[in-house]
């Protein structure tokens, strides 16, 4: 044994310790000069007090003057919570996570855990974060952010939040389907809970409209700070955003002076990889004489690890180019940006609400947002925008604000959360901007075919369990419904498959070949693309979780872990509900009973010519390409969701569902008209409807899901 080792463990002298020490006090104490300059600091005290004498509170600043990290540390210090926690809610996992440990390092204290803090005081104070299917929080967390969803969900648990003394709906202006129906609790809620403190904070100016929905509560205005922006636009309309973004981006770069980084924003994940590429490519040729640009991606599904890279400050003698989703609109703040690089599209849920098709469409922004996007650029000093647009596009084809969320997007799990809180009569549940009543009508017409609710419109027992899971309800159904057919084993794990939201299957450019015969052999049978789904996890899991097997079989590990999370939290789940975890994996037809009864209304039928139509609201569909069934074309098929591209395709998963009992399919078909349901809905129906609903026609634009090619 060497000096200092012992066991492999490496007992640093206590020089290096004091070191250490010295090095973590200088930075806390260079986080804690930051949070003073903030421009929210100056109006700590008027806050406080401004919170202390208001029961509700909307609160309007701008993007980085310091509201989602300092305020509730604020109302920490100022003795909040002594009597319970502080909530504070985010639209977006990525913000969650990441102002969560922000405000645990400003704070001293580690994420989620107890820890003992400088001069060996237990920290009383702990930050924590809470997003679906994981929870980093501890008993000991008093400021907690959190998505809206877990907000929402934490009601089902605790109808009027005891355990929170203040609530801060953040990013209000977002007006995210969730946050749209918070506003409707919380307000419930602080009716009968004078002790609870409830902040809207917004980063636009419409705050008029909070006060009003909130009983005219008092507006607390942060002034900014902001320096002017010279607006630049393109000549012509660009056909090709991507490459102009590139080509702007690597003019900045090469003609401007590299004191001030590029924010580019793109509309998800596949153009952010595809532009690192491009960029990556045409960087390299540029020789020692230009700095080096520093390429930074931020979307929603990229790694945790990586994430806090975009706040690393840039070294002296680079440039950094961040490229965003919309998540660096209002969201989050990268310091340093002076470039923002705007085409002018988001990706955007639209929902159909007569055919109940839902899809993520690429589509032009809003003005509120172009505005938005640009105001990045100038909050250190003026700043630059590029928008890839033409100034009359601008003034006559952009809208002036985003339609809120709730009125275009399916309801279905927002109904099954508020019937389960024991909210009945929703037509007349205190919505800020209502959603259309077909919508709402819709969505109890699923309920019920799924058997979650009665001819009453009342939650039914299997109702209830399925509330408990946090999936969409014919996800859950379909787990329901597994106690059945004994095989919620195996039904969980494809539901964990289900939800993870990054893809699977690895298919790098050199090895497809390999990678699609890799794939192949979990689709031997025909057995359907969920089967595969649990092959695949099922494999992994007799391999013991090995990452060497996933390499070899051209597999994700990531998402594999994932999967595995997600899975044992369902497990965790079943047993709430009491649903007991058999396994019934030689029974491939019960396994897929047990998917059909949640997806029945997910089923088509093949036509002569191979396309298939669905069995309610007709429509004609295609198997999706990537599916394990596109050369079998199996006679009924259900399916998990439709994308829109080119082609009307029903993506990936599909189960071959010969054998399933007919009886299903008719009670698809029967769904036509559930005419008690639309009665009780007919009769109270009072509510606007409006036509923020876009028809889904496939055109030839610019397509959510890249598979048009
Ligand atoms: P607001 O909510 O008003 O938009 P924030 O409280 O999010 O403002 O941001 C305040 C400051 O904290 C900004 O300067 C931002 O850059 C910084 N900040 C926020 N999150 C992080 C993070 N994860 N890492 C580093 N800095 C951060
Ligand atoms: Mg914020």
Redesign the pocket.
Known sequence: IQDGMMDGVNFEDDSSVEFEKSMAESAFEKLQD?RKT???YPYRDALLQAVHDHQVLVIV???????????PQYLHEGGYTKRGKIGCTQPRRV?AM??A???S?EMGVKLGHEVLGRNNHSLVCQVGYSIRFEDCTSDKTVLKYMTDGMLLREFLGEPDLSSYSVVMV??AHERTLSTDILFGLVKDIARFRPDLKLLI?S?TLDAEKFSDYFDSAPIFK?PGRRFPVEINYTKAPEADYLDAAIVTALQIHVTQPCDGDILIFFTGQEEIETAEEILKHRTRGLGTKIAELIICPIYANLPTEL??K??EPTPESARKVVLATNIAE??????GIKYVIDPGFCKMKSYNPRTGMESLLVHPISKASANQRAGRSG?TGPGKCFRLYTAYNYYNDLEDNTVPEIQRTNLANVVLSLKSLGIHDLLNFDFMDPPPSEALLKALELLFALSALNKLGELTKVGRKMAEFPLDPMLSKMIVASEKYKCSDEVISIAAMLSIGSSIFYRPKDKQVHADNARMIFHTGNVGDHIALLKVYNSWRETNFSTQWCYENYIQVRSMKRARDIRDQLEGLLERVEIELTSNFNDLEAIKKAITSGYFPHSARMQKNGSYRTVKHPQTVYIHPSSGLAQALPRWVVYHELVLTSKEYMRQRKSNVGGVPLRLLRKAIALANVNQVENVLLKARSTKTNTGIEELVPDSGVLANGMGD
């Open positions: 930051d903030l421009p929210v600043g701008e993007t980085g003057s310091g509201k989602t990290t300092q305020i913000a990441s102002v440990a922000r405000v390092q953040d990013e904070s980063a942060i994430q806090a975009i706040f209002t969201s989050l703040t990268i310091d909050r």
